[in-house]
């Protein structure tokens, strides 16, 4: 089984924090989607015949396409690949996107499950940050999806914004709570370089959150939302039971998936390849025929090796040491566990079933452990 990713650049403005490829510039839509539909049909093969599992249309802002572009594109989509066993269709939402008629238009091309971009509940960091929607809009954007016929929704959330305090934080995880939606993302704010928050940072006009309140802002992340039943499946995702995302997870296992649009990223076991991220350059292309619209990275032993250490331990499920030594060898394994030593004396990993894993304590040092576990 494999996974099918789909980029849609297009946002109506631009966050603050975002250092994701999009653009404000709409002009080219139908172009884009044409060339979308053409890149399915030049990378037809790259799945090798395995039935597609996962849809997942990202952005940007997929909600910026009408129902009908969303349907052109999935249809050919179907055409091209195996989507006949598909589990999981996901698309992404801005809140303020999001009425009765969009819905019942989502849940018509058979789409199961929506990620809205909240990030806040609260106005004024809602302003900060250049969200468009308010937090009323947020709230009613739950409940109309809800009243859709769609119940499998997942939330975007962001801690560590400037201003945020611990109060302000547990506002916004007690507001999710109380909508019971069973998937919630929650994300430390990172200042990328050149982005608006970057400069007005380094600027002065903005003070970011301390480390250690940013650190305290993840204990009780996982504190509220463990209480109310979810499970942190994944460093950054919590799920109730049963309702984690499929899609994502098959970036954590070693999942064969394919990724089409500008800046779209793909793995076939074997490479990662990436599309140019340069919407305008990227139609030119595709469109042409061209077979330069993309950069491959062909993988060798310690490079997915490296990846195999970053994607299991951030997964609550952690690294199966049996796949580790018969997919990488003995060399490697014996490199992995002797680095482990250290951090199974001082109760940062453990070991349960011949799995490896982060303890509690060691998810907040999970970098660091990681790294140490890496191949230089």
């Known amino acids: ?70 349907e052109a594109i999935l249809n050919h989509a179907c055409s091209v690949f195996d989507c006949s066993s598909v589990e999981e269709l996901t698309v992404e939402v801005n809140p303020d996107d999001v009425t009765d008629e969009y819905v019942q238009g989502l849940r018509s091309l058979s789409v199961n499950r929506i990620s809205i971009g909240i990030q806040s509940f609260h106005d004024d960091e809602l302003k900060t940050i250049n ?3 308010s937090a009323a809009q947020a709230i009613e954007a739950v409940a109309c999806i ?4 769609i119940t499998n929704v997942s939330i975007d959330l962001m801690y560590g914004l400037p201003g945020q ?3 302000l934080w547990r506002d916004n995880l007690q507001q999710t709570i109380q909508l019971e939606v069973p998937h919630v993302s929650a994300y430390s704010l990172t ?31 996982r504190e509220q939302l463990s209480a109310a039943g979810y499970v942190q ?44 991220s340069n919407t305008r350059v990227y139609i030119e292309k595709v469109l042409s025929g061209a077979n330069d619209f993309f950069e491959v990275e062909h993988l060798d032993l310690d490079t997915r090796y490296n990846d195999y250490v970053m994607t299991t331990l951030r997964t609550r499920k952690g690294m199966d040491r049996a796949h580790l030594k018969s997919a990488f060898g003995e060399t490697l394994y014996s490199y992995c566990m002797e680095n482990a030593k250290s ?32 191949k230089v």
């Open 1 to 70: 089984m494999s996974a099918l990713y789909i980029h849609i650049p297009y946002c109506a403005s631009r966050c603050a924090y975002c250092a994701f490829y999009s653009s404000t510039f709409e002009g080219n839509r139908k172009d884009y989607i044409e060339a979308l539909c053409r890149e399915m049909d030049l990378r037809k093969e790259y799945l090798k015949g395995e039935s597609v599992r996962t849809i997942y249309l990202g952005g940007g802002t997929p909600s910026q396409l009408t129902i009908g572009e969303l």
């Open 131 to 133: 969200r468009r929607h």
């Open 146 to 149: 809800k009243r859709n016929g």
């Open 165 to 167: 305090t611990l109060d």
């Open 191 to 221: 200042y990328e370089e050149g982005t608006r928050l970057t400069r007005l940072v380094s600027g002065g006009e903005l003070k970011p959150v301390d480390e250690d309140t940013c650190a305290d802002m993840f204990s009780l992340l």
């Open 233 to 276: 499946y994944e460093i950054s995702n919590f799920a109730k039971p049963g309702m984690e995302s499929k899609h994502n997870s098959s970036y954590w296992n070693e999942t064969l998936y394919i990724g089409l649009g500008a800046s779209a990223h793909s793995f076939n076991r074997d490479s990662r390849q990436w599309n140019i």
């Open 343 to 374: 951090f199974l004396s001082n109760g940062l990993l453990e070991i349960e079933a011949d799995t490896l894993r982060l303890t509690e304590k060691g998810i907040f040092v999970s970098d660091g452990i990681m790294s140490e576990l890496m």
